[in-house]
């Protein structure tokens, strides 16, 4: 039992912005009762609900790939083991224990991992059983399995549903992602789709149609949080318009649009590269059903690990650097190049600018999260100073200041004066969150909800007070204080569970005996070896 | 009774279509294995024929054994945990926690088969696929230092050769097969095109299979201690830039020869290259049933993939100065722990000499050299067999391998777990 008293309490799910209240933790849950128990005087401190990364990749095959990849990374970034928590290194793509740990030195106790094969699930989950503190789950790649394209092709949407529910229930997965859709299924033959309407080879199907099918799918089975999109095209000039064909292509259907700012650029290849967010930030603010993380881009070096094979092979003629491909049978692909956003590069310059074009444009902050599409666009780490960005307008001038001048006056950066309040910052990085991914007792600090509570020291730099919690309570246990760890726990692992016709499983079963070296009997999940604390976030009905 | 879909643990294929028959606890037929396989279910099945635990070749209960195990490690100032690779990742989970736990070396099979491959990853990357893709897709394949036909019996049929797939529906017809080794093996015969190279000269060969790759020209002058012609070289860059998606299976050949990593360095290179002009993957033919896992393991828990130290409390990586053989010949261990392998019978002389004269602790699953040297030694349940846990295949695809036969002896994962127990308690 704990009392937080006197704290400035910012919980926006409630309504409450900023003022001063007490609030009980009784049992691991908010109480409206006063049990008693450690009294932490929260005066003159601001207390939020623990923060939530809706998209990061923090666990399985890619995110391994690259640590194993890189040990150049990890040198003289090492953590040593305390008599409460594990070793590790850091670097852009930290081990497993310093991620957790790190997750919860910075006040977010939930974190998603956004792009899992599904013959992977059981890596996945081994990895995160060995992630402390948070909670965890994650997306499930589907944009590419080649048993949905065929019954897509073959016009079986209920097919598909049922695939996809039993999918998601194999794998113990939590949302359907989309990784560029098709698109890798043609990288297998070393081709890529560029346009909704490409033909993915071998199946007489689009881009479009694997969208549209997953996008009704996600809201048939009714998942806690829509249909997650990685758009065809990341990273190319002039991507913007298959962006927005994308957005289009939903027809009003619930999706998130993720890591947006690596998708929204005009121009033509190899010859021009600028900024479309304000186009398209306006379009989102004018479509409610449309939700959108940034995947902002910090200046450093960092890893890119994507379910994108193309999209890793183009960035390694790019930079050179070393390269891993792996294609996945029947299912996915992944590409991994480290590379570095140079402030003085001009295309660099120009995405660091649109990703905070997008944050400072959508009007509406339950509909844009804060992420780096670690480490994609940079660590998580970075994410205190992504906040400072936002809230000091002189801060965020100073930094344009050192980037690549001509990039950033073709965006409208410079003409952007908002600055966010704590409340925005509490919903882009909390409330906004826990919101979309349907998660009812995350978020905020109504009585129910999880015994997660941040508190934050003030200070007039909002990264230093954003980096370095005074306390940081999981499940009403405080965990930090004053930058230390105080206890060892692990935390929930959420997935759905949708039902499915059984009939179905006799045509994945000769699925599998036709094209997987796996059998059919050996791909699910054992839910109770591989999640030792699940949670069965329930389909709204 | 039957037990469908079984997983075979031997080597790194993890085939997972083994029918095991089971009679008065014992697994009297396994069907679909190879003879690796069947000898391996027969071997590990035996009803249990020693003590649990030994300490100084006497008979003791299991905790004393713990006991023993963790006075001698926690005694140590330099010790290393060694093996692994035929156990489950559960257990390799608690043995690097322990190795952490002591400050000590903890390095894996790896070190002495394909950590040169590792290497050559950590500086080249790797463009490589499931072995899905190789039986849907791939119609030129390339074993390259390595005999399957011996080491990996089913890994043509399943995977690789005969198989057939989306875009291999008549399995072999739609396959090249090329077999590149220093001499014939009972693998030759399964291939269209044999090339007998000299040993010792593999770097070279791909090197110049690069150029000829990139449309370089390469005098014939310089292929004359390779044992093959340019004519036969040039023929090989075709096929491989005219395939639609080609795979190479790297073996032992390539890394424990002259140039160990560099040969790996070189092959990943060739096999980048060629993604210029189609799909090409490279995949290394892992010996051990879960040698992959344990990479996996030590790499999301300390970054790197074997040869790590905790001395100072935090991982390090350095292959040559961590690695078991090295910490051995330089008479630095001063107690080892092997998990699941057979050091002493399998390294070299002198550092096998090391083993025996400092405290050895064994955990495996059958009398070997090591447990008959060892000071402190466990019997353990096969996983897979009397144990479950998990393994991942060559691939590094994962697989759930169950329990087929009781539990005599305990599981490494639970002799690792509890000697990591005992150890945090005297330490602490």
Not at chain 2, 342 to 367: G, Y
Request: glycine share 8%; charged share 20%; aromatic share 8%.
């Amino acid at each position: 039992m704990i009392r937080i008293l006197n704290g400035e309490v910012y919980d926006p799910i409630n309504g409450i912005a900023g003022e001063v209240r007490n609030l009980y933790i009784c049992d691991g849950r908010i109480s409206s009762q006063d049990a008693g128990g450690r009294t932490i005087d929260a005066a003159g401190m601001v207390v939020m609900p623990g923060g939530v990364d809706m998209h990061c990749h923090i666990a399985g095959p890619k995110v391994n790939t690259a640590r194993k990849l890189r040990p150049e990374d990890h040198r003289a970034h090492e953590i040593a083991k305390t008599p409460l928590s594990r070793s590790g290194t850091f670097g852009s793509v930290p081990t497993t224990f310093a991620t957790g740990y790190r997750y919860a030195m910075m006040g977010y106790t939930t974190a998603f991992d956004a792009a899992i094969p599904p013959l992977a699930a059981r890596h996945a989950h081994e990895e995160l059983n060995d992630t402390p503190v948070i909670d965890k789950g994650f997306f499930l790649l589907m944009g590419n399995n080649e048993f949905i394209m065929e019954r897509i092709a073959a016009g079986e949407k209920e097919e598909v549903r049922h695939f996809a529910a039993w999918l998601l229930q194999a794998a113990k997965g939590y949302a359907i992602k989309l990784v560029n859709p098709g698109g890798v299924e043609l990288w297998k033959s070393r081709s890529n789709a560029h346009t909704l309407d490409d033909e993915v080879t071998g199946f007489q199907i689009t881009p479009r149609q694997i969208i549209q099918s997953l996008a009704e799918v996600s809201e048939e089975l009714s998942l806690p949080h829509p249909v997650h999109i990685h758009c065809n095209n990341l990273g190319i000039a002039g991507n913007w318009e298959t962006t927005l064909e994308t957005m289009k292509a939903l027809e009003g259907r619930r999706g998130h649009l993720t890591h947006i700012q690596f998708h929204s650029y005009g121009g033509n290849p190899g010859e021009s590269f600028s900024s479309k967010a304000a186009e398209m930030a306006e379009y989102v603010n004018a479509h409610p059903n449309l939700s959108v993380d940034v995947g902002q881009v910090m200046f450093g070096d960092t890893t890119s690990l994507t379910g994108d094979g193309p999209l890793g092979y183009m960035l390694h003629q790019v930079t050179g650097c070393k390269w891993v491909n792996v294609d996945i049978e029947n299912e996915a692909g992944c590409g991994i190049t480290p590379i570095e956003y140079k402030e003085k590069n001009s295309i660099h310059a120009t995405q660091w600018a649109i990703g905070l074009e997008w944050f400072l444009l959508v009007q509406d902050p339950w509909r844009v999260v804060l992420t780096t599409d670690h480490p994609n666009g940079a660590s998580f780490t970075l994410y205190p100073r992504i906040i400072r960005l936002l809230m000091d307008r002189e801060y965020r001038k100073e930094m344009m200041r050192n980037v690549n001048q001509k990039a950033l006056a073709q965006t409208t950066l410079p003409d952007l004066e908002r600055e966010y309040t704590l409340n925005e910052i509490a919903i882009i990085t909390r409330a906004g969150p826990a919101r979309l991914l349907g998660l009812q007792d995350k978020g905020h600090l109504g009585v129910g909800a999880c015994g997660d509570v941040t508190i934050y020291e003030k200070n007039a730099d909002w990264e230093k007070m954003f980096a370095a919690p005074r306390y940081v309570i999981k499940d009403g246990q405080v965990l930090i204080e004053d930058g230390h760890l105080r206890g060892e726990t692990y935390g929930r692992t959420f997935y759905v569970s949708p039902a499915y016709d059984p009939a179905i499983e006799g045509k994945i079963r000769k699925f599998f005996d036709d094209y997987y070296t796996v059998r059919y009997e050996n791909y699910p999940v054992q839910l109770e070896h591989y999640l030792p604390r699940p949670e069965a976030i329930p389909c709204r009905v | 009774m039957q037990i469908e879909a079984a997983i075979c643990a031997f080597c790194g294929c993890l085939c997972d279509d083994i029918v095991l028959t089971i009679e008065s606890d014992r697994i009297v037929q396994a069907k679909n294995a190879c003879a690796l396989g069947k000898a391996w279910y027969t071997a590990h099945s035996r009803p249990p024929d020693l003590p649990a635990a030994r300490v100084d070749g006497k008979s003791v209960e299991v905790e004393e054994a713990i006991e023993a195990a963790a006075i001698l490690l926690t005694k140590a100032r330099y010790p290393i945990l060694y093996g692994l690779s035929s156990t489950s990742c559960e257990a390799q989970r608690h043995a690097v926690a322990l190795a952490e736990a002591l400050g000590g070396c903890i390095d894996c099979c790896t070190s002495v088969c394909h950590g040169p491959s590792g290497m050559a990853v950590q500086g080249f990357g790797e463009p490589t696929c499931t072995l899905g893709e190789v039986k849907n897709r791939a119609d030129l394949v390339i074993y390259w230092g390595s005999n399957p036909a011996e080491s990996h019996p089913r890994h043509m049929s399943r995977y690789a050769v005969t198989s057939k797939g989306r875009l291999t529906p008549n399995g072999r017809k739609n396959r090249t097969v090329v077999l590149v080794d220093v001499r014939s093996t009972p693998s030759s015969r399964f291939a269209d095109l044999l090339l007998t190279v000299r040993p010792g000269i593999d770097f070279e060969i791909l090197w110049a299979l690069r150029a000829l790759v990139l449309g370089r020209k390469v005098e014939p002058a310089g292929l004359a201690e390779t044992g093959i012609t340019l004519a036969q070289l040039t023929h090989l860059a075709e096929l491989m830039k005219n395939c639609r998606y080609g795979v190479l299976f790297a073996g032992q050949g390539l890394t424990q020869s002259a140039g160990n990593q560099m040969n790996l360095s070189a092959a990943i290179l060739l096999v980048r290259d060629l993604n210029q002009f189609t799909k090409f993957a490279i995949i290394p033919m892992r010996g051990h049933g879960n040698v992959t896992g344990v990479d996996q393991v030590l790499t999301w828990q300390t970054g790197y993939p074997f040869g790590v130290n905790f001395s100072r409390g935090y991982p390090r990586f350095n292959p040559g100065e961590f690695t078991m053989v090295d910490v051995l010949r330089r008479k630095e261990a001063d107690a080892v722990l092997s998990v699941a392998s057979d050091p002493a019978a399998s390294l070299p002389a002198e550092a096998v000499q090391r083993l025996t004269e400092v405290p050895l602790i064994a955990i495996d699953t059958h009398e070997s050299e090591t447990t008959r040297l060892a000071r402190v030694s466990f019997m353990a349940s096969t996983v897979g067999i009397r144990a479950s846990g998990t393994a991942y295949r060559m691939d590094n695809v994962p697989l759930f391998l169950k329990q087929a036969l009781t539990s005599i002896y305990p599981s490494d994962e639970e002799i690792l777990g509890r000697l990591l127990e005992r150890v945090r308690e005297l330490k602490a």
